[in-house]
C-alpha cells in the first residue's frame, strides 16, 4: 500500500469521496478553480460526443439537421423522441 500526499485544496475533496459523501465532493470538485475548469472540458468532450453520434447520418437524417424557419415552426419533440 502507498500512501500520497494530497494538496490541502483538495483534502475535503478526497475525504468526502473516501466516506462515500458524493454530493459533498463534487460540490467541492465544482467550487475548486483548477478541478472544476477540468471538470468542465471533460463534459464539453462528452457533450461533443453525443451531438456527433446524434447528428450522425449513419443513424438515419436527424430532426435535429432540419433548420429552416418552417421546420422549426412545426418542430416536435414527440415526432423527435419517435425517430
Do not use: W
Not at 24 to 38: D, Q, R, T, V, Y
Not at 54 to 60: H, I, L, P, V
Amino acid at each position: 500500500m502507498h500512501n500520497y500526499p494530497c494538496d490541502k485544496s483538495l483534502a475535503g475533496v478526497v475525504e468526502n469521496i473516501a466516506k462515500g459523501k458524493l454530493k459533498s465532493s463534487a460540490k467541492l470538485m465544482m467550487s475548486h478553480p483548477i478541478l472544476s475548469s477540468e471538470i468542465l472540458l471533460q463534459i464539453l468532450s462528452k457533450l461533443r460526443m453525443e451531438v456527433t453520434a446524434m447528428m450522425a447520418t449513419a443513424n438515419g437524417p436527424s430532426l435535429l439537421r432540419k433548420t429552416s424557419p418552417v421546420d422549426l415552426q412545426v418542430f416536435s419533440y414527440d415526432e423527435m423522441e419517435q425517430s
